[in-house]
């Protein structure tokens, strides 16, 4: 059941980010977020009350807050990451995020062994090769390199979180409703100071109604992968649910080269895939 549910978490996380990457090309970031995660919070709070996870109320619920407001820091800067590209390098970087819930498991007294040791020193090195022969001269490429492993910290520490915010089924669901309604509050908050600024909350032809769908499915499928993570991580080791679930750049790797047709220099190819190696043995060691 672990393996299962982990995998299903890379399939969302790595389809989810892919749209999201796609939808903020046209559409600002903050409004991307503000709008798929209302859309979650409508589905979320029907299936509370229809399974009546009321009853889960409890102090554990504070989880789901901080995950909430940690979450659309983290989704907005992969978003913006993503839009500046290329999704085959920004998105196998998002995954050294595992690195947080293992840190957490040091914390409460796990020691690294060799493994986890040399999975540091693979991800550094697939951080640096990541940006390329652009890395030094490229301000795009360095804005999309620093958004990237600011969004990635922010999801492992989602992770850590919301495995800690419930311990059944019907309380996972009241603990994902918390998180997203204060994702709506903190994203809209920050949307509305960015309109403030004089920052366009939506694109030049007006709301997006043609991608409702894909911003529906892009709400659904990020909370839908908290969901089956945080059932692999109670059924199972975490170390093997966060491996499964860390290869999810995979995902959006794949779906950017077929859909997008896009092509990575070599370097930012070894890079990005020592940075995969390096998360795996980070998470495995």
Not at 62 to 80: D, H, I, T
Request: aromatic share 8%.
């Amino acid at each position: 059941m672990t393996a299962l549910f982990a995998l299903a978490t890379s399939l969302l996380w790595g389809l989810a980010d892919f749209g999201g990457g796609l939808l903020t090309r046209r559409t600002p970031a903050l409004t991307v977020v503000v709008v798929s995660q209302s859309i979650a919070v409508v589905v979320l709070g029907a299936v509370v009350v229809a399974t009546g996870g009321w009853s889960e109320a409890g102090p554990q619920l504070w989880f789901a807050v901080a995950a909430g407001l940690v979450g659309p820091v983290a989704m907005l800067a992969f978003y913006k990451a993503l839009a500046l590209g290329p999704m085959g390098v920004v998105s196998p970087l998002g995954s050294l995020g595992v690195a947080v819930p293992v840190g957490v498991g040091l914390v409460l007294g796990e020691r690294p062994g060799m493994l986890q040791f040399a999975g540091i020193l693979v991800a550094v090195a697939g951080v640096c090769l990541a940006g390329g022969p652009q890395f030094r001269g490229a301000p795009v490429q360095r804005q999309a390199i620093a958004l990237t492993l600011l969004a990635a910290f922010g999801f492992g520490a989602v992770m850590a979180l919301i495995a800690e915010a419930s311990a059944t089924l019907t309380g996972l669901f009241l603990a994902l409703f918390v998180q997203r309604v204060t994702n709506v509050a903190a994203g809209g908050l920050a949307l509305y100071a960015s309109v403030r600024r004089g920052a366009p909350a939506l694109p030049a032809d007006g709301f997006p109604w043609r991608s409702l769908p894909a911003l529906a499915f892009v709400g659904l499928a990020d909370v839908a992968a908290n969901g089956t993570y945080s059932i692999a991580a109670q059924h199972g080791p975490v170390t093997v649910a966060a491996v499964l679930a860390s290869l999810y750049p995979v995902v959006t790797a794949v779906a950017a080269r077929g859909v997008l047709r896009e092509r990575l220099r070599a370097v930012q190819a070894a890079g990005a895939g020592l940075a995969l190696v390096g998360t795996v043995l980070l998470a495995s060691g």
